[in-house]
């Protein structure tokens, strides 16, 4: 005879055990849904990737360790000089003297002797295709006077740009004590070339440059190997080895990958290239709208009771392919807001959050939230009388509204 109260009793286990197990499904698949990817090996002393348009970190190794920088320093030399065409303060077209120092500096070079009076056009060919150290000096002497001069400026920019990891003693990137940088501080680098200076950009996908009759090639070799790839730069000493900043773009993501210490020219392309393929195969950069970004508050003691918010900038957010749905946004502000509020004025920001939910979701960036208009003080009554509404709210919690967007 069967015991039915046994049958029940392990029955019911069964089931419970059927649905734990179920459960634990749904929450691994869950955890699944919004992990991200974890770093790929990469065979160099450090290493990292950074999205250019989202400014975002997604793969890193030994990122911030100060090394040697080599030819690299030498994006640095080329933004100054950018800067100062951007700014009107360097013609393309001015001759630039070539003095003993820059004539006699070896390693990498353009040629450049002191009978040649280069175009600054030239030289920044000379410096971004060919990374003539003899091009730097004598672009650093033309904006400066000296190289000494030229590397302060250069530290100020690396300040101002948030390069904590970098020092400069030099335009060239020669071995000097004191002059370090960091594969996220060159990744930062890249990146900040590509936004500041588009249109100058185009010079790091150069191939080749004929100078004074020679022909020499770029020693980027992803510009041969990989075909979205549209630069950057390119280092080496013995004490640094084989560096390489590479960058590259599909639809409307972009990455640069820096790469610090590989052990040879061919592997530090290839390591960059695995870096820059990983990075594709596993992220997106999404552009949520202005339109779905804009949050409407309360506003007290004013002409309106509500007002606009919008960000200060376009919003571009990195997230693992596949994981979209996770994105959110959540907007903060000191409530309760009060009339008078200037049009532009920064009153809160909004976070872009990753997770499943809000409690556990990660802050991928924040971005500053501004007013839309003007809203002046309203009439001495109508104070009072938010004064009494207010009196009965608790307006304590500094969180304004939450609200999600894809």
Same mark, same amino acid.
């Given at each position: 005879?069967?015991?039915?109260?046994?049958?029940?009793? $392990?029955?019911?286990r069964?089931?419970?055990?059927?649905?734990a197990?179920?459960?634990?499904?749904?929450?691994?698949?869950?955890?699944?849904?919004?992990s991200?990817?974890?770093?790929?090996h990469?065979?160099?002393?450090?290493?990292?990737?950074?999205?250019?348009?989202?400014?975002?970190?997604? /793969?890193?190794?030994?990122?911030?360790q100060?090394?040697?920088?080599?030819?690299?320093?030498?994006?640095?030399?080329?933004?100054?000089?950018?800067?100062?065409?951007?700014? %009107?303060?360097l013609?393309?077209?001015?001759r630039?003297?070539?003095?003993?120092?820059a004539?006699?500096?070896?390693?990498?070079?353009?040629?450049?002797?002191?009978?040649i009076?280069p175009?600054?056009?030239?030289?920044?060919? @000379?410096?971004?295709?060919l990374? %003539?150290?003899?091009?730097?000096?004598a672009?650093?002497?033309?904006?400066?006077?000296?190289?000494? /001069?030229?590397a302060?400026?250069?530290?100020?920019?690396?300040?101002?740009?948030g390069?904590?990891?970098s020092?400069?003693?030099?335009?060239t990137?020669?071995?000097?004590e004191?002059?370090?940088s960091s594969?996220?501080?060159?990744?930062?680098?890249g990146?900040a070339?590509?936004?500041?200076?588009?249109?100058?950009?185009?010079?790091?996908?150069?191939?080749?440059?004929?100078?004074d009759?020679?022909?020499?090639?770029?020693?980027?070799?992803?510009?041969?190997?990989?075909?979205?790839?549209?630069?950057?730069?390119?280092?080496?000493?013995?004490?640094a080895?084989y560096c390489?900043?590479?960058?590259?773009?599909?639809?409307?993501?972009?990455?640069?990958?820096?790469?610090? %210490?590989?052990?040879?020219d061919?592997?530090?392309?290839?390591?960059?290239?695995?870096?820059? $393929?990983?990075?594709?195969?596993?992220?997106?950069?999404?552009r949520?709208?202005?339109?779905?970004?804009?949050?409407?508050?309360?506003?007290?003691?004013?002409?309106?009771?509500?007002?606009?918010?919008?960000?200060?900038?376009?919003?571009?957010?990195?997230?693992?392919?596949?994981?979209?749905s996770?994105?959110?946004?959540r907007?903060?502000?000191?409530a309760p807001?009060?009339?008078?509020i200037?049009? %532009?004025?920064?009153?809160g920001?909004?976070e872009?959050?990753?997770?499943?939910s809000?409690?556990?979701?990660?802050?991928?960036?924040?971005?500053?939230?501004?007013?839309?208009?003007?809203?002046?003080?309203?009439?001495?009554v109508?104070r009072?009388?938010? @004064?009494?509404?207010?009196?009965?709210?608790?307006?304590?919690?500094?969180?304004?509204?939450v609200?999600?967007?894809q």
């Amino acid at each position: 005879m069967v015991n039915n109260k046994i049958f029940r009793s $392990t029955g019911v286990r069964k089931l419970f055990g059927i649905f734990a197990a179920a459960l634990l499904l749904i929450s691994s698949a869950n955890a699944n849904a919004v992990s991200w990817p974890k770093s790929p090996h990469v065979d160099a002393t450090s290493w990292a990737v950074v999205d250019a348009r989202s400014g975002q970190v997604v /793969a890193v190794h030994n990122a911030d360790q100060e090394l040697p920088p080599a030819s690299l320093t030498k994006m640095m030399t080329l933004y100054l000089a950018f800067e100062e065409i951007k700014l %009107g303060r360097l013609d393309l077209n001015a001759r630039v003297t070539v003095s003993n120092k820059a004539w006699k500096i070896g390693g990498s070079t353009m040629f450049l002797e002191p009978r040649i009076k280069p175009t600054v056009k030239e030289i920044l060919h @000379g410096i971004a295709t060919l990374s %003539g150290n003899d091009a730097c000096i004598a672009l650093a002497e033309h904006i400066d006077g000296s190289e000494g /001069a030229f590397a302060q400026r250069m530290n100020a920019k690396a300040k101002q740009l948030g390069l904590e990891n970098s020092h400069f003693a030099n335009a060239t990137g020669f071995p000097q004590e004191g002059h370090y940088s960091s594969a996220m501080d060159m990744a930062k680098l890249g990146a900040a070339l590509w936004r500041d200076f588009p249109d100058m950009y185009e010079l790091f996908g150069e191939k080749s440059y004929t100078f004074d009759g020679r022909t020499q090639p770029n020693r980027n070799r992803l510009l041969w190997s990989y075909p979205d790839a549209d630069g950057i730069k390119t280092g080496h000493t013995e004490e640094a080895g084989y560096c390489l900043v590479g960058s590259a773009e599909k639809n409307t993501t972009r990455f640069v990958a820096s790469v610090f %210490g590989a052990s040879s020219d061919r592997s530090r392309a290839q390591q960059t290239k695995a870096l820059l $393929t990983f990075s594709f195969r596993n992220f997106v950069t999404m552009r949520p709208s202005e339109r779905e970004i804009r949050r409407q508050v309360e506003v007290f003691e004013g002409t309106e009771g509500q007002i606009w918010l919008k960000p200060t900038d376009p919003i571009w957010v990195t997230v693992p392919k596949g994981n979209e749905s996770a994105l959110s946004f959540r907007l903060r502000y000191d409530a309760p807001l009060k009339a008078p509020i200037r049009e %532009g004025e920064k009153l809160g920001t909004i976070e872009a959050l990753f997770g499943d939910s809000r409690e556990t979701a990660e802050v991928l960036k924040s971005v500053d939230m501004v007013s839309t208009r003007q809203v002046d003080r309203a009439s001495w009554v109508s104070r009072q009388w938010d @004064g009494i509404r207010l009196w009965w709210r608790d307006d304590s919690s500094d969180e304004g509204s939450v609200s999600e967007s894809q």
